[in-house]
């Protein structure tokens, strides 16, 4: 799955939590909530060696993209 991350193109990532009960570290052991996908995200820029915050514009660009209509 980390290779996965690494190989997708980027107009084709998108980063999200849904795993109630796989938290990401440092929340291991807690029930996972949407707030971790900070995590998740700074995870995966480190496996594609690039910054948490580029990662976040990348994906924010392509879920608005995929989900046009949704309020921001």
């Avoid at 996965?4 to 939590?17: G, Q, S």
Wanted: aromatic share 8%; with cysteine.
């Amino acid at each position: 799955l980390q290779a996965f991350a690494v190989e997708i193109p980027e107009d084709r990532l998108l980063v999200e939590t849904d795993a109630p009960f796989l938290a990401p570290i440092p929340h291991r052991g807690k029930t996972c909530e949407p707030a971790f996908v900070a995590d998740t995200l700074a995870f995966v820029a480190g496996l594609r060696g690039t910054s948490a915050e580029a990662l976040s514009e990348t994906t924010g660009a392509n879920f608005r993209a995929l989900f046009g209509k949704a309020a921001l």
